[in-house]
């Protein structure tokens, strides 16, 4: 995360609002164990700088709660690579030789990274194989996280949650790549059902894959 000198309170307010999508100053004072005065005093400062911005929702007859969320310059702060200079080189390369072969390079573009990651994973469990994809995509800017569920029948379900984006300006402009990349979690992991549940290109706050063990049909 680029700091920009910000205190470690506030750099851990963003990440909250990063992975919650939103909250109140009551959440958050009780997420960080401060006064309410003390992190309305931190939200301010945020709001001014322009990393954050609320909506006002009116419940009753009382005063309204402000939610707060991330702006634009505030999810700006997180890791994002290639960005400005991809999408300069694809929309170049599509004036030249056509969106259709573009697609098709980023296509093979998306099956070389299959590859490496294949070979990264490697073998093993499948509690194992998604614990070495997280922390790949924790490498390459995102932040992910891995969540497991219980099930009834014993069948192995986990959550791979990416609450920013590391291609983000290139997936806006070619969401193609968004569906490159669920085919590759499919073929990393062959034994599995991956369905995608959120998506940030959609206004949602986050990447949300689910992760299903195939039944054994033996």
Known sequence: M???GLTTTKQNILQYLLKQGQATAQQLAKAFELSSQAIRRHLGELE???FIAHDAMQK???RPQYWYQ???KGRALFPHRYEEFAVSF???LAETVGEERVGKVL???WQKKAQNYRDRVGDGTLQERVTRLVQLRQE???MAELHQIETVDDQ???VLTEYNCAISEVAESYPSICDHELEMFAGILPDCQVERTHWINHGEHLCGYLIRAKHSNS
């Open 70 to 72: 991330l702006s634009t």
């Open 2 to 4: 680029a700091t920009t």
């Open 156 to 158: 192995q379900q986990f």
């Open 48 to 50: 001014a700088e322009g």
């Open 60 to 62: 009753g007859m009382g």
């Open 140 to 142: 390459e800017g995102y």
């Open 90 to 92: 694809l929309d170049t």
């Open 107 to 109: 296509e093979k573009q």
